[in-house]
C-alpha cells in the first residue's frame, strides 16, 4: 500500500488542479450557447405614431353631423347641370328623363358618415304632400345632389325642402320656379275592364309602397311581364332589362312591388305587356372520355380533359374535366356517383327577357351496369343573354333518376355517355299596351323584395 505521508492540516492550503473545472465551465457556456442558438428570438415591433399594434381593436370613431348648407336648385331643361361654385366636387347632374329638378346641397363632415348621422331629405308642398326625389350619392364628395322627379298634378309656387339627421331637423329652404306638370295620359285612356291595378300605401318609415296586383290576367299555362311606361303626369325611358317585372307562368295572381314615381298623385299608369308561354324540345348527346374510378373505395366519375360534343340539334354540350373523389380514406363508402355537365344555350331574341331552363336524363349507362344504386348529373345552363329572371318563371320538366342496384363496382372507361336533355324556352306573345288605375290605401304593407319600375324614391 502505497504511504502517501502523514495527513495535511485542514488549515493547510491545498493544490487545486484547473483542468478538470476549465472542462465542466467550458461544458457549461457550450451548454447556455446552445440553449440560446436553438431558441428563436421574437423581436417585438413598437408601432410608430398614430399606428394600431396588431391585434388591438381600433378604438371607435364617433360619428358628429355634418353640416348642411343649401346651395340652390335649378329646373333640367335636358342638358346636364353644373354643379353652384363653393364645393370641390364639379361632376355635372345628369339628368333623367322623369326629373324635374336638382337640388344642390353641401355637406362638410369631420368625420366619416354614418346611418346616424346620414342627412335624410324631404320635399313637400304647401299641403304637406310628400314629392318623390332621388339621391345621388357620390362617393368622397361634399355635395349631395337630389334629384326631384316629375309625376306631381298640379303647379305649385314653391316646395320645401327639410333636411334631418336622426330626428333633429337641421335645415329647411324652399324651392322655387318649379316646372310646372305636363299630362301624359288623358283620365279617359282606361277602355273596358282592367287587367289588374296599382295599390299606394305606407310602406317603410312612412313613405309610400307601390305594388301592382293583377289577377287571371292570362290564360293558365302562360306568365307575363310588365315595363312601366307612364303615368297620368310622367313618361319613362328605361332600359327593360331594368325595369320590367316577371309574373311566373301559371300565377294566376299576381302581386309584385312596383317603383312609379308619385304614383299617389295619379290617376292612371300604362304597362307594355307581354305575355309568354313555355315551349319544351329534347336533345341527345353522348360523350365517350368518362370512366369510373376508384378513389379510397369510393366509386368516382374521373374525366380527364374537358369534351366537347354537339347534341343531335347543334347545341355545344361540354363534359368538363372532374374528380371530386375523396382525398383520404372515407368513413364510409356509397355506392353513388356524381357527374357535372354543362349545357350551352344558343341565346335567342327571347332569352333577353326569360332565361331558358334545361334538366337531362342519363339514358346510358344502366347504374346498376356499373355496380352503382345511383348515378347524380348536376347540370349547367350557360346561356350568353341578359335575362330578366333566371329561375322561377317557367316550369322544369319532372327528371326520374333511373334507379340502379348496388353491387361489385366495374371501373374502367364509360363508352358511351348519352344524356338526353329537355330545354323549356319563353315564346313571346305580341305585347300590348294596358292601363291599370291607381288607388290609395291606409293599410301598410311589408315593403320587402325587389323592387322595378320607373325611378322613385321618397314620396312615390
Known sequence: MRDNGPAMPSDTPRKLSIVPVAIVLTAAALGVTYYFASKSVEVKQEPGPGEIAPGVPKPKVKSVPPKVEFLGAQAFAGAPINPPAGVKDTKPAEPAPDDAMVVWLKVTSTTPLSRETMPRLEIKDAEGRLYSAQPERRQGSDLMVLHLKKGYDKPVDSLDVTCKIGENEVGKWKIEKVPAPTRVIPDDALKGTPLGKVIVAPGRGGRPSVRVEMVNAVPAGQGFYLKPIAESFVAFDIKTAESAQVAPKDAANYTGRVQLPNAGMNKLAAFDMVAFKGESSTETVTFHSAQLVDRFGQPTIVVDKDEVAKSDKGTEVVLPMQDNGPKRAPKKTHPNAKIKVNFHVTPSENDKYISPIAVADIVTPDP?????????????????????????????????????????????PIPNLTLKIQVVRAVLMPKKRIYMPIEKSDTPVDTGGGRVGGGGGAGA
Open 368 to 412: 346498376a351496369s356499373l355496380g352503382l344504386e345511383k348515378l347524380d348529373m348536376n347540370l349547367i345552363v350557360q346561356s350568353g343573354a341578359e335575362t330578366l329572371k333566371d329561375e322561377g318563371v317557367l316550369t322544369a320538366p319532372v327528371v326520374t333518376i333511373k334507379p340502379g342496384k348496388a353491387g361489385t363496382f366495374k371501373y374502367g
